[in-house]
């Protein structure tokens, strides 16, 4: 049966990870309704997605706007967040504290307001997806405000699930997964950083947005889990 029938809405699903949890819930048979901030994105994730799909221009760090969205939107069974921007992998000392709080307002406080307006929406046996990211548990140098907010997403996730119960709250832990998230980094660069990282991580290989949307679509199925964080990362927290 999957989500078939099911209507499911994925902030930041215009693309990668969240492109492939929309496109593998309409595979489903699942209504989706996809948002992130740039017309272009909307229009061209609408292209990859059946017709019955949605997408509209929202930026989820706008707490007005976001509440109006949800608002428009109705009911609804499931909440997938995925909306990010590139990681800051930069020292302490280089990282005044302006920046660092910046840096949460898409990942931490964009997921908190989709839940504090979006949650009341969900219908029955329904469920909220969250993202976060494996340097919480396994940091790199630079990585201290990246790891600072994982560590909280995970946090989050518990209090949620606790506290929006009998809605079930889980969290998605990718590694390195291939999407436009890297398109700041040249593409030698890019390409350097996949390829180091393909010959370290156990499964030889760095990850596709497609591997990652199984565990979304799982946990949105899976009516037995809540506050759980499903770890998707090739083996990279082992390596
Ligand atoms: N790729 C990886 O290696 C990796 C690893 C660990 C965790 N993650 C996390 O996984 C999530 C998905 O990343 P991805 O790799 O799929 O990146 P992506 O391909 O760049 O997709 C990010 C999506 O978020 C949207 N977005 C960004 N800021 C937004 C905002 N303020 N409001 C609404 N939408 C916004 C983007 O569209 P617009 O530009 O149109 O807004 C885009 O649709 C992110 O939280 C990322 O940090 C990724």
Known sequence: MGLRGQRVVVL???SGIGLAVAEGAAAEGAEVVVASRRQENVDAALKQLPQDARG???????????R???ERLGAFDHLVYTAGETLMLESVAETGLARAQRFLDTRLWGAYAAVRYGAGS???GGSVVLTTGTAGHR???GSSVVSALCGAMEALT???AVELAPVRVNVVAPGLVRTE?????PEAEREGLYAASATSLPVGRVGEPADVAEAYLYLMRGGYST???????GGGTLA
Do not use: H, I, K
């Open 12 to 14: 930041g699903g215009t």
């Open 56 to 66: 509209e221009v929202l930026d989820t760090t706008d707490e007005a706007a976001v």
């Open 68 to 70: 109006a969205f949800f």
């Open 122 to 124: 969900v219908r029955e």
């Open 139 to 141: 940091p790199l140098p």
């Open 158 to 160: 518990r209090a949620l």
């Open 181 to 185: 998230l890297w398109r700041e980094l």
């Open 227 to 233: 506050g759980s964080v499903v770890v998707v990362d």
